[in-house]
């Protein structure tokens, strides 16, 4: 019986066997399968008894596993990942730190983390989280892997995103985006509910991820318990071992087959077009059996693709074979995101091929597999992030992807067979005009966000924190500079007790203040719904085939005052009609978009609720109604200001860039003065989602940001000086709010304190003295070029 002979057999509740044959083979699992998944080698189990029962009890439940959990287990045995199980758990045994190389498909998002809880749980430790850059990719897998496990989600497996945190106080294992497990450290500094961190998908270099690795590797020096595993998809792992002090790599390779790459021969003038003309001619002249993957850059685009399929496909009949069109995008609710893993449409009876097309962003480069595609359509662009901190002005553009990119995504048509990826750009524009690697997030995005939560984490020397690319000293300058303006730093670079409120909500610092501010105003509710708008995507249906019909629609809602006041219109309308989709889809209005506010507005109303803050609404038939909704939206956005010149085009207040309306308005005036959520860069700069303000709220509100001696001539300047004159209004500096603080906001007026000389510049030598730190510090020599 060998060496383990008359001790207890100790059965691997994940990989549990069912009846003992003769022959050593075990019903329902070959040798070969139980071997594969680590249950067969002597030197590491015992033997099993003559005989078992046939179902097993799952330990996590104390039920017994469903055919689902066997049915799934035999596929999770045949992934690349499961030969490297023991190599993996003995690297866990012997160090603090792993970075893993798994390619996309080869299961370490799935059974990693699995053979993490079984680790932790062996002794008698703590949970385990997984970190996904995305909301979809973090739902779905947790999705699959309690499904795995055998168990439901939100228990023992759950997820937590951004406004949706599905677990429980009995969660093992909890996939969450990066920012939400920053944002535990704000509460957790030490994160002592875990035992097990993995960082997947950190080749995409997120800004969250690029600050938790700098947060976690200061933790991991005072908490020696804890395990720390960095996954990637690509090969460049030889960064993060540096980062991570020598930290020891383990390689996955992945199951891929060869893939055929084809280029165009000439550049696209409509990459939308040429994709959508891509998939109709695959779908009806390839022979080979298989699905396709069309990559698109958001969801205003794929909707429009999916659209423009289904009536192509229609239009041709019924001789060929049916195609089922799939979005796929951060915003989908999880239902609906799961149906990217319904198989695709039967063959028809004459032999014509059924296919599904999934059309995503780029998270299906790396963060999900999708068994079943044989055909990638590349348009080789994608949306990315980029910040200039000259004019403080981020936007999402529309850019080309990167090299590293454009082989993740040919990668995904060698899963399961040979494959052929459609790249709708030239082979030179690939070799030659195609960056290696994306510019990691941190180097091309505001850091507002980034620094409050530094400061709330404890984290005072952000000249020496260790960032694993230090961003730009003129971008994090910005960041300290608007955050001292909103009142949430004080003149020492000093987190307020505004500050440490705000950070404690997942929303940008200028909504925090506007937010936290509208108590004063007697308008939190309304603000709370605004914002709760904002932070969705649009929801305005415009489409093609009813473009008039949509526009009609919107200016039922419109207000007078502009944007911000009509989608407090559809949200006060749509709660009015009991949040009937049918209503929604008559009135042209998203309802996915609608709902998700409501549920954003429920979590920001209990955060404030935590904080004793009063919801508040002025009397509807009073004339301050809505001047004190505008007067709240001033005191977070007070420095996004245009000014109507004499020209006829709006100027940036202090940056003057020349801006237009965006079309989108719901403005049918010119006022004099908008404030603006939002800078978009396209052929022309526009301001989206603007609402009409008076010149004397900004001296009043933000005297600090308003100070004439350090504002450019223009005629905004003139018009101020002016009112500053009339209202005698003192200009002030940024900081705390104390000395004479009307609010405890910092929403009004501050009296002037001693000492401060006219005209000077109201960044303190504090923060001066930590630019030229930055600059001249020793960190200068890993700056990318």
Not at 308 to 319: A, Q
Not at 375 to 401: A, C, H, T, W
Request: glycine share 6%; net charge neutral; charged share 25%.
């Amino acid at each position: 019986m060998g060496p383990y002979r008359g001790r207890r057999w100790p059965v691997d509740p994940w990989f549990p066997l069912c009846v003992a044959r003769a022959d050593g083979s075990v019903a329902g699992f070959s040798r070969e399968e139980r071997n594969a998944a680590g249950g067969g080698d002597p030197s590491r189990h015992e033997e099993p008894p003559r005989t078992m029962p046939a179902m097993q009890t799952n330990p996590l439940t104390g039920l017994p596993y469903t055919s689902r959990y066997y049915q799934l287990f035999r596929k999770r045995i045949g992934l690349p990942v499961f030969e490297y199980k023991e190599k993996f758990l003995e690297l866990m045994d012997n160090h603090q730190k792993i970075v893993l190389v798994g390619e996309t498909g080869s299961g370490k998002t799935t059974q990693i983390p699995q053979w993490c809880v079984h680790w932790a749980r062996a002794k008698g430790k703590k949970g385990v989280a997984c970190t996904q850059p995305r909301r979809v990719a973090a739902m779905s897998v947790a999705q699959r892997v309690s499904e795995e496990m055998d168990v439901a989600i939100g228990q023992e497996v759950g997820y937590s995103i951004r406004f949706e945190d599905c677990s429980c106080p009995k969660t093992l294992l909890k996939y969450m985006t990066d920012g939400m497990l920053l944002r535990e450290a704000m509460s957790d500094p030490m994160l002592e509910n875990y035992q097990v961190l993995l960082l997947d998908e950190a080749h995409e270099r997120t800004l969250a991820t690029d600050i938790l690795m700098g947060v976690i590797k200061e933790v991991v020096k005072q908490r020696p318990d804890l395990k720390i595993v960095i996954m990637s998809a690509t090969l460049d792992a030889g960064k993060f071992q540096q980062y991570f002090d020598g930290a020891p790599l383990m390689n996955v390779p992945g199951r891929t087959h060869p893939v055929e790459i084809f280029y165009t021969p000439e550049p696209e003038r409509d990459y939308l077009e040429a994709a959508i003309r891509t998939v109709v001619q695959i779908h009806m002249c390839e022979e080979v059996e298989g699905d396709m993957l069309l990559f698109l850059t958001g969801q205003e685009e794929i909707e429009e693709a999916c659209k423009r399929l289904k009536r192509e496909i229609d239009n041709v009949g019924p001789e060929i074979g049916e195609l089922k069109c799939i979005p796929l995008y951060s915003t989908l609710p999880p239902a609906l995101q799961q149906r990217i893993f319904e198989p695709a449409p039967a063959n028809r009876p004459n032999g014509a091929v059924g296919r599904k097309v999934v059309v995503s962003t780029n998270i299906a480069e790396t963060s999900l597999t999708i068994d079943g595609v044989v055909f990638v359509i590349d348009p080789g662009f994608s949306k990315q992030k980029v910040y200039n901190p000259r004019i403080r002005v981020e936007s999402l553009l529309v850019s080309p992807i990167s090299k590293a990119s454009a082989q993740q995504r040919a990668g995904r048509a060698g899963r399961t067979k040979p494959g052929k990826c459609f790249r709708l750009y030239t082979e030179k524009a690939f070799k030659s005009e195609m960056q290696d690697n994306t510019y990691p997030e941190i180097l091309r995005s505001n850091l507002g966000t980034v620094v409050l939560q530094l400061k709330k984490l404890g984290i005072d020397d952000l000249v020496h924190f260790d960032f694993m690319d230090p961003p730009a000293p003129e971008t994090l300058m910005r960041a300290l500079e608007l955050l001292n303006y909103l009142s949430a730093l004080d003149d020492s670079g000093n987190l307020t007790d505004l500050g440490a409120i705000m950070a404690e909500f997942p929303l940008d610092p200028q909504l925090a203040k506007m937010l936290i501010a509208s108590t004063e105003y007697n308008c939190s509710n309304e603000i709370l719904s605004i914002t709760a708008m904002l932070s969705v995507p649009q929801c305005f249906v415009r489409p093609n085939d009813a473009r008039k019909a949509a526009d009609e629609s919107k200016m039922r809602f419109a207000h007078i005052d502009g944007d911000h006041l009509t989608l407090l219109n559809v949200y006060h309308a749509f709660k009015q009609n009991m949040e009937d989709p049918h209503w929604c889809h008559d009135n042209f209005v998203n309802y996915r978009s609608l709902k998700s506010a409501d549920n954003v507005r429920q979590q920001l109303s209990r955060i404030m609720d935590r904080f004793n803050m009063p919801r508040r609404s002025t009397d509807f038939t009073s004339r301050d109604y809505y001047i004190n909704i505008r007067k709240a939206l001033v005191s977070g956005f007070f420095m996004q200001v245009a000014h109507l010149e004499r020209t006829g085009h709006y100027l940036t207040c202090k940056d003057n860039q020349v801006v237009q309306l965006h079309p989108s308005t719901c403005l049918d005036h010119k006022p004099e003065w908008v404030l603006y959520n939002e800078f978009v860069l396209t052929t022309k700069n526009y301001i989206r989602t603007v609402t009409d303000i008076k010149a004397e709220w900004l001296v009043k509100i933000a005297p600090q940001y308003y100070d004439m001696a350090n504002f450019p001539q223009c005629e905004a300047k003139r018009q101020l000086e002016l009112l500053i004159a009339k209202l005698g209004v003192q200009a002030v500096p940024a900081g705390l709010l104390g000395g004479g603080a009307e609010h405890t906001t910092g929403a009004v007026t501050r009296a002037d304190p001693a000492g401060t000389s006219p005209g000077a510049h109201r960044l303190t030598q504090t923060l001066i003295r930590s630019y030229v730190d930055i600059v001249r510090g020793p960190v200068t020599a890993r700056w990318p070029s």
